[in-house]
């Protein structure tokens, strides 16, 4: 169990300019989804759960899933551009701009590719690619996991390798 946790805070020791340009892609693109996805959703509430077409596209309620997509967009997001639980932040953002992507606008429109224009399923497919790289490269260096999490994980993934 110390080294899946270990593997899952761990920061991969890579150049400056890519974790640099880890930074920015954090900073940049998971910003645009906290600022147009998650902080949207708090003032449209009332207009969201009582929609003519209600907002539930895997069939657990309108409720339940908007307070998935509010965490998911908003709070862990939030953590990502922080560089803070990255990892399972961005695992969190990845399922929610998959679903809104695939569920919402793609699989409920024709032709199913490629997604016709006015719909913002295009953003929706680059959020989930710029998570799914995120979760798997990890936060990078200029991160709060780094910070806080790299003596342990050097100190634990010893203590695991001597077990």
């Not at 509010?70 to 998959?98: E, H, K, M, N």
């Not at 199913?112 to 799914?132: D, F, K, Q, R, S």
Request: glycine share 6%; with cysteine; aromatic share 12%.
């Amino acid at each position: 169990m110390k080294t899946f946790f270990a593997r899952l805070f761990t920061v991969e020791r890579t150049s400056r300019s890519m974790d640099f340009a880890i930074l920015l892609l954090r900073v940049m693109v998971i910003s645009s989804l906290v600022y147009h996805h998650g902080s949207d959703k708090i003032p449209d509430w009332d207009l969201l759960t009582h929609r003519k077409v209600p907002l539930d596209p895997i069939g657990i309620g309108v409720v339940p899933s908007l307070v998935f997509a509010t965490f998911s967009d908003l709070i862990c997001g939030s953590l990502v551009i922080l560089g803070a639980a990255t990892r399972i932040a961005s695992l969190f953002c990845a399922i929610t701009v998959f679903t809104v992507a695939f569920f919402i606008d793609h699989a409920l429109t024709t032709p199913y590719w490629p997604v016709p224009h006015g719909n913002h399923a295009e953003m929706c497919w680059i959020y989930t690619a710029v998570c799914l790289f995120l979760m798997i490269a990890g936060p990078g260096r200029y991160s709060i996991d780094a910070k806080f999490f790299q003596a342990k994980v050097t100190e634990m993934t010893a203590v695991g390798a001597a077990d």
